[in-house]
């Protein structure tokens, strides 16, 4: 009876310490919860930096169309004037610190006389004020302006950096018409049948990844 007893007794404890982990049970499973995790961390890296992109590039999309709405529902401008024009005006330029310029990381909207149909730093102050600038958009993130692409009789040109780009609509007409200026001194280039503006996330190759938002002069406007 008592060899019986510590019998049970030694299989209860055998049961008992084979329950655990072993310390290679245990490594195997650190090693698996590492790996998951590694891989979701760099998964959420990119998902955002897509996500971040897809932002601006909806953001400008959305600006251009607002323009396109102000200037065929015929927008009072400043000083109510109904017949004024409405537009976006975007550059490259990364010196830029003025307000009222456009540059890799902010564009603007504007208004302007149809006989003009480009954009003009007028007066002082800050974008909304004695200005023909009505509206400054910044780009917070590390997503920047990388191009601008202009299609002239059918040659697409990747235009050089500091260009500028004015995308304009006039009542009560749909259709966009395109200034594409070397320096904001040039005369606007014509014949410009599209334009591309080309987003970047900020960094390098092979790890850039970039969106287009294109605008047709038929006033049609898409994002690929």
């Known amino acids: 009876m008592i060899i019986n007893n510590l019998k ?3 299989n209860h404890l055998d049961s008992t310490y084979n329950k655990g982990l072993t310390l290679i049970e245990l490594i195997v499973v650190i090693s698996i919860f590492l790996v998951i995790s590694s891989t979701v961390i760099f998964n959420y890296g990119s998902f955002r930096s897509s996500v971040s992109m897809q932002n601006i590039a909806d953001d400008i999309a959305m600006s251009i169309r607002k323009a396109q709405s ?5 927008r009072a401008a400043v000083g109510g004037d109904f017949s004024e024009s409405y537009g976006m005006h975007f550059s490259t330029d990364t010196t830029t610190t003025d307000p009222l310029n456009a540059s890799t990381k902010s564009f603007l909207m504007f208004y302007t006389s149809p006989s003009n149909k480009y954009y003009t730093v007028t007066g002082t102050g800050a974008c909304g ?5 009505l509206e400054a958009f910044s780009i917070s993130t590390a997503d920047k302006i ?14 050089p950096a500091g260009s500028t780009l004015d995308i304009i609509f006039s009542r009560p007409d749909p259709r966009a018409y395109f200034c594409y200026r070397a320096t904001m001194a040039s005369s606007c280039v014509s014949n410009i049948s599209s334009v ?4 970047s996330n900020g960094q390098v190759s092979p790890n850039e990844k970039t969106k287009t938002i294109s605008v047709q002069n038929t006033g049609q406007i898409s994002i690929q």
């Not at 299609?151 to 040109?157: M, Y």
Request: aromatic share 4%; charged share 20%.
């Open 146 to 159: 990388k191009e601008i692409d202009v299609t002239i009789n059918g040659t697409v040109t990747v235009e």
């Open 8 to 10: 049970l007794k030694r």
């Open 70 to 74: 102000f200037a065929i529902g015929a």
């Open 196 to 199: 591309s503006i080309i987003i």
């Open 129 to 133: 004020g004695s200005t023909t600038c």
